[in-house]
Nanobody
Framework: QVQLVESGGGLVQAGDSLRLSCAAS????????MGWFRQAPGKEREFVAD????????YYGDSVKGRFTISRDNAKNTVYLQMNSLKPEDTAVYYC??????????????????WGQGTQVTVSS
């Protein structure tokens, strides 16, 4: 089994920054991708960012490009999401997810095999 535990969410003001972390443990895939999705109330779960094992392949959702940065530390099995210039529309529960490197596609929700419980990010105007 694989466990993903997110941390770092909270309440901030528009324009502020926040850094999320997600630590993975258990029987992990070899060279797995790690990513972030988010879900606002009444909306579909939305792709935020995704990073390959080496960090050589990184993908972002259109709504966060230029503001968010994904990174990972393989020694700690941890992925980070640095969120800058936060907007009220970034308010959502943020979920960490992992997928195998040999199947599926970045950004496609059904490609991800394991999910965290989520961490709430609230941006006030």
């Amino acid at each position: 089994q694989v466990q993903l535990v997110e941390s770092g969410g909270g309440l901030v003001q528009a324009g502020d920054s926040l850094r999320l972390s997600c630590a993975a443990s258990g029987r992990l895939f070899s060279h797995y991708f790690m990513g972030w999705f988010r879900q606002a109330p009444g909306k579909e779960r939305e792709f935020v960012a995704d990073i390959s094992w080496s960090g050589g392949s990184i993908y972002y959702g259109d709504s966060v490009k230029g503001r968010f940065t994904i990174s990972r530390d393989n020694a700690k099995n941890t992925v980070y999401l640095q969120m800058n210039s936060l907007k009220p529309e970034d308010t959502a529960v943020y979920y960490c997810a992992i997928r195998s490197a040999i199947r599926g596609s970045s950004g496609v929700k059904d490609s991800y095999d394991y999910w965290g419980q989520g961490t709430q990010v609230t941006v006030s105007s």
